[in-house]
């Protein structure tokens, strides 16, 4: 829901940034890569140890090559199936490694095995999300729509976790979202199997 508002703004906003990578040498690729890497390390390293703010202020910086590897495909003109394939792969880790992150803090320091609860949650239905609308579109009919496309849980998830370091906000902040989150995630799983159920019965 958000991409199609945010991205062209976003790729005005990084096309310098992405003329530049190119000009030393970096692909598309390697840019993939290395903004998964450095969302995996923000958020296994920092959010463990309780740090939410330096956590997601490093996550958020590597996140921005999510959109930046689409503008230098690009210019490049090396957009291909690949490389969107890759992307996709790779924002799966992305989005697995912050929720395990969270889950880790509660697990040990913060001492809350319902928010570990709710953080598994999280990332499994964020997968079943991917899935559902993958699996689809693989048989070829659509399963877009609901409330926690990937751009949504990103913002939300990444906001609400900085604002409780930077604010020092309650821990049950966190936990909120994270079921908050959830809850959303079922509605669009149930969304988009109902969108793909009634192109099935159109076409019988």
């Known amino acids: 829901m958000l991409d199609k508002y945010t991205r062209e703004g976003f790729t005005r906003l990084l096309s310098p940034i992405a003329r530049g990578?190119?000009?030393?040498?970096?692909?598309p690729d390697a840019v993939t890569l290395i903004g998964t890497l450095g969302v995996c390390v923000g958020a296994l390293v920092f959010y463990p140890d309780g740090r939410f703010l330096a956590g997601t202020l490093f996550i958020t910086a590597f996140v921005f090559a999510d959109n930046l590897d689409g503008t230098m495909a690009r210019l490049s003109g090396r957009q291909s199936q690949w490389g969107a394939f890759l992307d996709s792969v790779l924002d799966r880790f992305g989005d697995a490694a912050i929720y395990a992150g969270i889950g880790l803090y509660f697990a040990g320091p913060g001492d809350n095995v319902r928010v570990v609860?709710?953080?598994?949650?999280?990332?499994?239905?964020?997968?079943?999300?991917?899935?559902?609308?993958?699996?689809?579109?693989?048989?070829?009919?659509?399963a877009a729509g609901g409330f926690a496309e990937r751009a949504e849980r990103l913002i939300v998830v990444l906001v609400v976790t900085?604002?409780?370091?930077?604010?020092d906000l309650p821990l049950v902040v966190?936990?909120?979202?994270?079921?908050?989150?959830a809850a959303a995630s079922v509605q669009t799983i149930v969304v988009r199997i109902v969108e793909v159920r009634r192109q099935v019965s159109a076409e019988s």
Do not use: D, F, Q
């Not at 999300?129 to 693989?138: G, I, L």
């Not at 900085?162 to 604010?167: A, I, M, N, R, S």
């Open 174 to 181: 966190i936990e909120v979202m994270l079921w908050v989150l």
């Open 117 to 142: 609860g709710a953080a598994v949650a999280c990332l499994t239905l964020g997968a079943v999300v991917s899935y559902v609308r993958a699996k689809a579109e693989s048989l070829g009919w659509s």
């Open 162 to 167: 900085g604002l409780v370091g930077l604010l």
């Open 21 to 27: 990578l190119l000009r030393i040498g970096l692909t």
